[in-house]
């Protein structure tokens, strides 16, 4: 799932270049790259499908070596991930009713690649023999109130590593996070599914027909040249709805794997900023001409070509890209998707 | 004198355009823009000269209408002001041996044009009758330690308006600069002296023989074809020298003019602070696409195509140009020019 047009790291990301697309890490790679290349390390990449805007679909051919035209599922507008994934698996259905699936965010960091890809074939042994919708949790390490929760059943465990699961949970707050961390039964919902095609296909036709019925009218249509437009008109009639709400939370036959392969969403500067290099002064610095005197805790991301030359800053995002240059307090960073109101206000669309 | 390549600025300023050649206060108009309007306003301007580093022909072509190749004198290179002021001194003698003389820095500011018109035509007047040399003395409004000063002898005036010179005093320390603003007998040295020909030339001749001599050796060449060449032999020859080190001090027939027109040399970020419109919030501001939040007594100058958000800065300096960038407190601007050494170290001559 590779739709999300994502604000929050404005100017760095743009609507026309979001997250997934970007190496917001300075490592040398997108983040979609990294997940493409963690997944075919065990899935052959031909197997591999990428829905996402349409607007991006040039940018998915440029960055995914061996992935062609059509394996990229192309949204005409958002719509959450429901009708993503029911569009998906319909897809799938007429290539190969038998599959299994792995559903999973294009955008989000795994550390420790080996204990994911041990976890994930764990879960597709699992579905083989089951009738089962298995999502991984992740082991809290604090007490996040950034993220989802699910709650699992206590003790009770399948095949020693799953989990049954009881609710998933919104956002808590703090002092919500941290009985959910004591309880020991809260996992972060990381968004990763693993399901076969049959046990989906039989969720989404019982806990959320109508969006399964507009899919499934076009049966006959998937994989043909008529796909765009009939996703067009389909993806007009839906109402944008997340799995979670549609499926997860109704269904009964929900697992998960608790995990602790080092994942992140990287959905703030914050949670970034922990796993970007830190100089000696515990600036995370991007850009190859950027020169700090006095300056620490700071986030630099600067394009190479631009010399800078900061002096006296802490605890502050500095980021330029595109001729737009953002000064942040990092306390303030959710103040980002104000300013970014006041931009298109005032300057209209052409900086968003 | 258009000379300068002072590097207080940058990367406002930079070697291929300092500070005389910008619009540093954001007014619409270059400092030596300024300058020129200045005077135009009660000396014709095919009677002013302008002399620079033969780099910046061009630009002050293309800055000040009205002004031809013949009435720029080129240096080749850097020799500080006696040089600069015995060659125009010998260049003007060959025009009009009965010329009196206004010289001035290009890149000062004056607030009130009128007291300052009405002061050098007092001085003008002053050295039709009298062998002096006059040099206009800033009333201290604070006791500055960024300028040299000037010492009046007390209570003698002549003609009113004119004190006799005592001394010429370096940049003083702060204890120093309290005691000169309280003697009321020290002024801030502004650079612009009034003279005729034949004093300055007398004065040249006696108390800097050595460049006198050199540039005596050119008397039938200014003004032909050749003055370039002599004058880059000359220039190679002469030592670099001020005019206050090299005459002022020594001569007994300077004075001075008391002065009170809204004077400053602008010779710091500081300086230009104080002279630059501010918003409610204390920022002085230069770009058409700055947004601040949470921010204040920042001197920010940006390009007009730029966007910039700022949050949660205070006294900072935020500057970009030509895709160089520099954030720095105020109160380390001193500093600037150590960052400035760094760069050239590190990255080379292509940023200066």
Same mark, same amino acid.
């Given at each position: 799932?590779? /739709?999300? !047009?994502?604000?929050?790291?404005?100017?760095?990301?743009?609507?026309?270049?979001?997250?997934?697309?970007?190496?917001?890490?300075?490592?040398?790679?997108?983040?979609?790259?990294?997940?493409?290349?963690?997944?075919?390390?065990? @899935?052959?990449?031909?197997? $591999?499908?990428? !829905? *996402?805007?349409?607007?991006?679909?040039?940018? @998915?051919?440029?960055?995914?070596?061996?992935?062609?035209?059509?394996? @990229?599922?192309?949204?005409?507008?958002?719509?959450?991930?429901?009708? =993503? $994934?029911?569009?998906?698996?319909?897809?799938?259905?007429?290539?190969?009713?038998?599959?299994?699936?792995?559903?999973?965010?294009?955008?989000?960091?795994?550390?420790?690649?080996?204990?994911?890809?041990?976890?994930?074939? %764990?879960?597709?042994?699992?579905?083989?023999?089951?009738?089962?919708?298995?999502?991984?949790? $992740?082991?809290?390490?604090?007490?996040?109130? /950034?993220?989802?929760?699910?709650?699992?059943?206590?003790?009770?465990?399948?095949?020693?590593? #799953?989990?049954?699961?009881?609710?998933?949970?919104?956002?808590?707050? @703090? %002092?919500?996070?941290?009985?959910?961390?004591?309880?020991?039964?809260?996992?972060?919902? *990381?968004?990763?599914?693993?399901?076969?095609?049959? *046990?989906?296909?039989?969720? #989404?036709?019982?806990?959320?027909?109508? &969006?399964?019925?507009?899919?499934?009218?076009?049966?006959? &249509?998937?994989?043909?040249?008529?796909?765009? *437009?009939?996703?067009?008109?389909?993806?007009?009639?839906?109402?944008?709805?997340?799995?979670?709400?549609?499926?997860?939370?109704?269904?009964?036959?929900?697992?998960?794997?608790?995990?602790?392969?080092?994942?992140?969403?990287?959905?703030?500067?914050?949670?970034?900023?922990?796993?970007?290099?830190?100089?000696?002064?515990?600036?995370? &610095?991007?850009?190859?001409? !950027?020169?700090?005197?006095?300056?620490?805790? =700071?986030? $630099? %991301?600067?394009?190479?070509?631009?010399?800078?030359?900061?002096?006296?800053? =802490?605890?502050?995002?500095?980021?330029?890209?595109?001729?737009?240059?953002?000064?942040?307090?990092?306390?303030?960073?959710?103040?980002?998707?104000?300013?970014?109101?006041?931009?298109?206000?005032?300057?209209?669309?052409?900086?968003?």
């Amino acid at each position: 799932m590779a /739709g999300g !047009v994502g604000s929050r790291f404005w100017p760095f990301s743009r609507t026309k270049r979001p997250k997934q697309f970007l190496d917001i890490l300075g490592v040398g790679k997108t983040l979609i790259q990294m997940t493409y290349d963690r997944f075919s390390r065990f @899935i052959p990449k031909e197997n $591999i499908f990428i !829905v *996402s805007n349409q607007q991006y679909e040039e940018i @998915i051919l440029e960055q995914l070596e061996g992935i062609t035209k059509n394996q @990229i599922l192309s949204e005409p507008m958002m719509r959450n991930t429901a009708p =993503c $994934i029911t569009y998906a698996s319909f897809k799938i259905h007429k290539l190969n009713p038998n599959a299994n699936i792995i559903v999973t965010p294009s955008d989000h960091l795994i550390l420790k690649e080996d204990e994911f890809i041990d976890i994930a074939t %764990k879960g597709l042994n699992f579905i083989k023999n089951k009738d089962a919708l298995v999502t991984l949790g $992740i082991t809290p390490t604090h007490p996040e109130t /950034g993220y989802g929760y699910i709650q699992a059943h206590s003790g009770q465990t399948e095949n020693e590593i #799953l989990k049954k699961v009881k609710t998933f949970t919104e956002k808590p707050d @703090i %002092k919500m996070a941290n009985l959910f961390l004591e309880s020991g039964d809260f996992f972060w919902n *990381s968004g990763i599914f693993i399901w076969s095609l049959t *046990s989906i296909m039989e969720a #989404l036709k019982e806990h959320t027909p109508d &969006i399964y019925i507009l899919f499934k009218e076009g049966i006959d &249509i998937y994989n043909t040249t008529s796909e765009a *437009s009939f996703i067009e008109k389909t993806y007009n009639e839906c109402n944008p709805i997340s799995i979670d709400y549609a499926v997860m939370e109704k269904a009964d036959n929900v697992y998960m794997i608790p995990s602790s392969f080092g994942w992140s969403d990287l959905g703030t500067w914050s949670a970034l900023y922990t796993h970007m290099e830190k100089d000696e002064n515990n600036n995370a &610095i991007n850009g190859n001409n !950027v020169m700090t005197y006095k300056t620490n805790n =700071c986030i $630099i %991301k600067m394009p190479n070509d631009k010399l800078v030359i900061i002096n006296g800053l =802490c605890n502050h995002i500095i980021v330029e890209r595109d001729n737009i240059l953002l000064i942040c307090k990092k306390e303030d960073e959710q103040k980002i998707k104000h300013f970014l109101e006041d931009v298109k206000s005032e300057k209209g669309n052409k900086y968003i």
